[in-house]
């Protein structure tokens, strides 16, 4: 058998999809609004149409079959058909509608230079129906899921150039070495602390800022402590135990409360570039492409479209 095109298959296929990604009738209930019973007659139904079994459910709970996990991932692509159909349309009628995806670098919303904030600001006062989706991912994260067009565009460090994607700088970012509170060298003069001091001590590093100690020949040291983001090399340094590299804008926090110092600033205080990536080829949905104006016009950058 087939699934017949109607309202009731793709209903049908839409519970699907959500029991799948709730694993299972159960949690699927609150998403979906409906009751166990009625899910279970859908699935029976969806199951009847396409004559196969697409999911074991019982004592042992619920599991896909292998023919299941596949319709599960052609009907993934259904539901994406649809969703380009409508932002096409949305272009013709140059309307802000659709998702727009988002690929982050972690804590920036301290960075006085980053204007995403007003980003936002300035869109949102259009008529819009436009949903917004944003995940933090590392540098290389976002440069796979860019060139593959999950994210619509991303924002971080990106300290190779990929083919198929496009890079424009957005803004700058302060970065230098620091201690905490505990540390042997937070109580020490500036006048008495030396490089060589540095090379004994512990460092806690993101995979990201290695290309910064790299830059610095005096901490060739390998890092003693490895964390994928900076709210994490933060609580490293509080430790008492490390010295690290830190954001300017985040290390001025603990800074102000008496718990964090800056160490040797006219050796070690650094710029990091901030850009954001875009797929090349194409142009992109109206709503993206109308963001993307707007977060180009707050940093004071011209826009120059694909």
Not at 108 to 123: A, D, M, V, Y
Not at 210 to 229: G, K, V, Y
Request: aromatic share 8%; glycine share 6%.
């Amino acid at each position: 058998m087939n699934l017949r095109y109607n309202s009731a298959s793709l209903k049908q296929l839409m519970i699907f999809n959500s029991v799948v990604k709730n694993n299972g009738f159960s949690a699927a209930q609150a998403e979906l609004n409906i009751s166990a019973a009625s899910i279970s007659i859908q699935m029976k139904e969806l199951e009847y149409q396409l004559g196969i079994v697409l999911c074991n459910r019982g004592r042992t709970g619920f599991k896909l079959t292998d023919r299941g996990k596949s319709v599960y991932e052609a009907s993934k692509g259904l539901f994406a058909s649809f969703d380009n159909f409508n932002c096409e349309v949305a272009n013709i009628r140059e309307e802000l509608a659709g998702e727009i995806r988002i690929g982050l670098q972690d804590n920036i919303s301290t960075n006085s230079l980053c204007k995403l904030h007003k980003t936002f600001e300035r869109f949102n006062q259009r008529k819009n129906s436009v949903k917004f989706s944003i995940e933090e991912a590392e540098s290389s994260e976002q440069e796979s899921r860019t060139l593959e067009g999950y994210y619509n565009f991303s924002i971080g460090v990106f300290h190779h150039r990929i083919p198929g994607l496009t890079y424009q700088k957005l803004f700058d970012e302060s970065v230098a070495l620091y201690c905490a509170k505990g540390h042997s060298l937070f109580d020490k003069p500036d006048n008495e602390i030396r490089l060589e001091n540095l090379k004994k001590e512990k460092i806690a590093s993101t995979g990201l800022l290695q290309s910064i100690l790299r830059r610095n020949d005096f901490l060739t040291q390998a890092p003693e402590a490895i964390a994928e983001n900076m709210d994490a090399i933060s609580i490293l340094l509080l430790s008492g135990h490390y010295i690290g590299f830190l954001p300017n804008h985040i290390a001025n926090i603990w800074i102000k409360r008496g718990l964090m110092r800056l160490l040797l600033p006219e050796k070690t205080v650094t710029n990091v570039e901030f850009h954001m990536i875009q797929r090349q080829g194409g142009r992109p949905q109206y709503a993206v492409e109308t963001f993307i104006k707007d977060l180009l016009s707050c940093h004071n950058i011209e826009h120059t479209p694909l």
